[in-house]
Each structure stands twice: as structure tokens, then as C-alpha cells.
């Protein structure tokens, strides 16, 4: 099988469901801010050395191929496969992770710069790209059908990210960078 199509010279793609939309149509702009968010976690998996957090990692890679898959039919049904759908379950894991996360740093009394060691940097970068990933699906479900856990793993998952790469920081030694608005530099 070759790797390249030919289908998409025209400027359209196939989507989940069969249909064929603009490259630039909301499906395929937000499946593929989940594509580039998937491949950031996979960045940020490269430098971690926390086996668990690795593990972790891993598994939210697949789970963006899951919400890819409820993107790419946004506009028909759910499929009746569990396993292509986000649960609640799903969701919840990531709330109890954000606690774990939480109650293994200080408590926040600033905001913090975004950086320290690799890891967390990394885990900054794909929380940011997660956020854009939630803007796109907030913008798809305007005009197509985004179920509401879907809406609140992406949102939930940036809150993790951002938790992460707290306690990344804080298992270093590093810490938080707290910003000073008082200072200039």
C-alpha cells in the first residue's frame, strides 16, 4: 500500500464517516490539532524517566486517537464500539490523576512560568496545544455534534498537563518559576 492517496491534491479529505470536506472545514482542523497534541505528548514521553508518568503518557496517546474518532464523526451518530468513544470514566481517571498531581506539590500562590527540566517543559508545550485543541472542538460543536465528555477530557486534560508539569518540576528539585510582576526582569 502506498503512503500517498492522491485524494487530497483537490484541497479535501475523508473524515471518519466517509464524507469529504475542505482540508481548512472544522473536523479536520481540530483532528489535527489533536494529531499535533498527540505527537507533543509523545515528545513529552521521549524525555520523561518516571516509568508511571511514562505509562500515563502512553495512554493518553491512544485516547487522542479515540476523540479523533468522535470528531471525525461529529456529524452522524456515535458509533456503537464503547472502545471509540470518550466515558465518563475516562474523565474521571483524569480528575483523579489532576488530584494525585496536586497533592504531591505545593500549593499554588502565584502564577508560574512555564519551563524547568525537559520533561515539564515538554508537558507546558502540550498543555498549550491542548488548549487550542479545546478552542477547536468549542468552535466544532457550533455547527456539528461534540459530545459533552469529550468537551470535558480535553478540558480536564490540559488541567493535568499543567499538574504534571508541576510535579515534574517539583521531583527534579527545580520547583516552580513564580512570576513577580514587580520585577523588570
Known amino acids: 500500500m502506498k503512503l500517498y492517496t492522491k485524494t487530497g491534491d483537490a484541497g479535501e479529505t475523508s473524515m471518519a464517516d466517509g464524507s469529504r470536506v475542505g482540508k481548512d472545514d472544522a473536523r479536520p482542523e481540530t483532528v489535527g490539532t489533536l494529531d499535533e497534541l498527540n505527537a507533543h505528548l509523545g515528545l513529552a514521553r521521549s524525555a520523561c524517566r518516571d516509568e508511571v508518568l511514562c505509562g500515563r503518557i502512553k495512554q493518553l496517546q491512544r485516547e487522542m486517537f479515540v476523540l479523533g474518532c468522535e470528531v471525525g464523526l461529529a456529524t452522524k451518530a456515535r458509533p456503537d464500539r464503547p472502545e471509540l468513544l470518550v466515558s465518563e470514566d475516562m474523565v474521571g481517571r483524569l480528575e483523579r490523576w489532576i488530584d494525585e498531581a496536586t497533592a504531591a506539590v505545593p500549593p499554588l500562590t502565584h502564577f508560574i512560568l512555564p519551563g524547568g527540566d525537559?520533561?515539564?517543559?515538554?508537558?507546558?508545550?502540550?498543555?498549550?496545544?491542548?488548549?487550542?485543541?479545546?478552542?477547536?472542538?468549542?468552535?466544532?460543536?457550533?455547527?456539528?455534534?461534540?459530545?459533552?465528555?469529550?468537551?470535558?477530557?480535553?478540558?480536564?486534560?490540559?488541567?493535568?498537563?499543567?499538574?504534571?508539569?508541576?510535579?515534574?518540576?517539583?521531583?527534579?528539585?527545580?520547583?516552580?518559576?513564580?512570576?513577580?510582576?514587580s520585577s523588570k526582569t
Open 118 to 181: 525537559e520533561t515539564a517543559s515538554r508537558l507546558h508545550v502540550a498543555r498549550t496545544v491542548c488548549r487550542r485543541a479545546e478552542r477547536r472542538l468549542v468552535a466544532l460543536a457550533r455547527s456539528a455534534s461534540v459530545s459533552e465528555p469529550t468537551m470535558r477530557y480535553v478540558n480536564r486534560l490540559s488541567d493535568l498537563l499543567y499538574a504534571w508539569a508541576r510535579q515534574a518540576n517539583h521531583t527534579t528539585g527545580g520547583g516552580d518559576a513564580m512570576v513577580d510582576f
